[in-house]
């Protein structure tokens, strides 16, 4: 099956980061699900228009425990990634689908506006305060992914 290259440039994220653990070939593999949206302007003046396109990307191993732990709603990301059709039939009609998995996110925050974020959104429920020794992003801003 073809897959179709995708990159999403300058997105934000909607909302957390969901990560789980699923099994996979040799045992337990990290599976993380975001939301990414970005925005196109087209026209000018009194034409100009704005269009939303939002992409529900799926990441795995230790890139989606990476996103899990730095990424939280509103942080920017570039995300280069596969688009396959996950076509199937249910109750005898065609079901059809795409599933969108990335291959490289790019973290554009800088550290200081990543740790505020974070904070921010764990401050509610009081899990920053164990997390205060920790760097705010991984060693390395591009993560290849490990499928």
Excluded: C
């Amino acid at each position: 099956m073809a897959n179709v290259q995708v990159f999403q440039r300058h997105a934000h994220l909607a909302g957390a980061v969901k990560l789980e653990f699923v099994n996979g070939r040799e045992g337990k593999i990290a599976k993380a699900v975001l939301t990414a949206i970005s925005n196109t302007r087209r026209g000018s003046g009194e034409t100009r228009e704005e269009e939303s396109t939002a992409i529900q990307w799926t990441l795995w191993g230790k890139q989606a425990e990476n996103a899990a732990e730095y990424l939280g709603k509103g942080s920017h990301v570039n995300i280069l990634g596969r688009l396959r059709n996950n076509n199937f039939e249910k109750d005898g009609e065609p079901v059809y689908g795409m599933a969108f998995t990335a291959e490289e996110v790019d973290y554009l925050d800088s550290r200081a506006e990543s740790e505020a974020r974070r904070v921010a959104g764990q401050g509610a429920n009081g899990a920053a305060a164990g997390s205060a020794g920790r760097s705010p992003r991984p060693p390395a801003a591009r993560q290849p992914a490990r499928v």
